[in-house]
């Protein structure tokens, strides 16, 4: 298991891309107005995303929850090795201390899919890197991502999915690559709820 972990951590270089930890709610997403009972200007959001239909690759992105958060992950395609999730960290810390996620983690934390939940244990979580790894040894899910050999080119389009939006309930949308350097930057809105979710090209995770 830690020779799988450690090979993982290669794609925590690539950090999957999340919402500015330090910028109030109103601000994840310019183009929409974020109250406690959700969102006000749902034509704006709708213009803003570019959905995706829906694939079987989707099965893989998963609900990470925690006794005071959660968030998105996805479950990374192993052979008969488990089952591991990959998250951000702050998904899974243990809370704010005011400067910023606590270094701790919750140890455990349940994940939800399509064919039900179960319960995974907190391997590794790296707070500078943002990414954490969940495993559990007796869950059985035929869903699982591959990693990309590849990274996109510049303007080409990838794939968000994440549980955040007014819902929480899965979306899938269409960004594109706008960054030169080593980590990605895509174009697409993300909002509380969406950290830890995949990025994906070609139905491969690269973030």
């Not at 810390?93 to 179960?118: D, I």
């Not at 590849?150 to 899965?170: D, F, H, K, R, S």
Request: proline share 5%; hydrophobic share 40%; charged share 10%.
């Amino acid at each position: 298991m830690k020779i799988l972990v450690a090979a993982l951590l290669i794609l925590s270089c690539v950090p999957a891309f999340s919402q500015d930890l330090n910028a109030p709610i109103t601000n994840l997403v310019p183009v929409e107005s974020v109250t406690k009972s959700g969102f006000r200007n749902q034509s704006a959001v709708a213009r803003s995303w570019i959905l995706t239909q829906p694939q079987t690759h989707h099965d893989s992105v998963v609900r990470v929850s925690v006794p005071n958060a959660g968030g998105t992950g996805c479950i990374i395609k192993t052979k008969g090795l488990g089952v591991f999730v990959i998250t951000n960290h702050h998904v899974v810390s243990t809370g704010w201390n005011g400067n910023g996620f606590q270094q701790s983690t919750f140890r455990q934390a349940t994940v939800s899919t399509n064919e039900g939940s179960f319960q995974a244990t907190v391997v590794f979580s790296d707070a500078q890197k943002d990414v954490a790894f969940l495993y559990s040894q007796t869950a059985t899910v035929k869903a699982g991502l591959p990693i990309s050999s590849v990274m996109p080119a510049i303007g080409q389009t990838v794939e968000l999915c994440g549980y955040g939006g007014p819902t929480n309930a899965l979306r899938t949308f269409a960004g594109k690559r706008i960054s030169s350097s080593y980590a990605l930057s895509i174009n697409t809105p993300v909002v509380s709820g969406d950290s830890g979710g995949p990025m994906l090209l070609n139905g491969c995770l690269i973030g």
